[in-house]
């Protein structure tokens, strides 16, 4: 069992829409992740939260907006998403240190499956 | 070039044998690199650090060559719970965990 949960699980939605992805975490984590992972690609980054901070967004299109109320929530809004879009998304959490290194274990959740039509 | 770069298979062994995976990194400054395991449909997990040394748990080994900036991990007696995609993970520079990048993952098959 995760302690890393995300909902929800599978998220079929059209370009127009607008959703939103959970993610909480129940380690005590300081840092918070989004990734995407696509079909025959490696993971790839969106957005990191450190101490509810953002602290890395890696050129993501505006329409993903991520928000991180506390440590252990994180959200991506999503609107006028594009087919491309779909994925998979992965929820990743770390305990963080501030000004320091971590240990470069990341607890993911199992991901919500989103599909654009 | 791919900042990680691996051979996505499949690799395709019987139980029993031993296999090896290889993954390449484009950063010299990289620091500290990973190997993590992915099952179908499932979210990845860590496998194992990788030490300069070189480290071993159960009938895993993992192995750093910096020179040549690759990686690799070796499967002893594969089990048929080895099936999995097997990802390859390098902190870039700063150590900051969130540069971690990821390759595209080696996927395992193993046969009776």
């Known amino acids: 069992e995760t302690g890393v949960t995300q909902t929800p699980r599978h998220l079929v939605m059209g370009m127009t829409n607008k959703k939103s992805l959970k993610c909480e975490q129940h380690?005590?984590?300081?840092?918070m992740y989004w990734y995407k992972q696509s079909a025959k690609k490696p993971l790839e980054l969106m957005f990191v939260?450190?101490?509810?901070?953002?602290?890395e967004n890696n050129s993501v299109p505006s329409r993903f907006s991520p928000e991180c109320p506390n440590s252990s929530h994180l959200f991506l809004h999503l609107h006028t998403l594009q087919p491309e879009d779909s994925a998979l998304y992965l929820c990743?959490?770390?305990?963080?240190?501030?000004?320091?290194?971590?240990?470069?274990?990341?607890?993911f959740g199992e991901g919500s499956r989103l599909t654009v039509l | 070039r791919k900042e990680v770069e691996q051979d996505p298979g499949p690799f395709n062994v019987p139980e029993g044998a031993t296999v090896a995976f290889n993954c390449t990194y484009s950063?010299?400054?990289?620091?500290?690199f990973f190997w993590y395991r992915q099952d179908c449909r499932k979210e990845p997990k860590l496998l194992m650090s990788?030490?300069?040394s070189g480290n071993e748990d159960g009938r895993f080994t993992a192995q750093l060559n910096r020179a040549s900036q690759y990686i690799s991990l070796l499967i002893r007696d594969s089990k048929l719970s080895d099936s999995a995609t097997y990802l390859c993970?390098?902190?870039?520079?700063?150590?900051?965990?969130?540069?971690?990048?990821f390759g595209q993952g080696t996927t395992l098959q193993v046969k009776p």
């Open positions: 990743a959490s770390s305990p963080g240190r501030s000004g320091g290194r971590d240990t470069g274990e990341l607890f």
């Open positions: 380690l005590g984590h300081n840092a």
């Open positions: 939260y450190n101490f509810k901070e953002q602290t």
């Open positions: 950063n010299s400054a990289s620091q500290s």
């Open positions: 990788v030490y300069s």
């Open positions: 993970v390098v902190i870039g520079d700063s150590g900051n965990t969130g540069k971690l990048i």
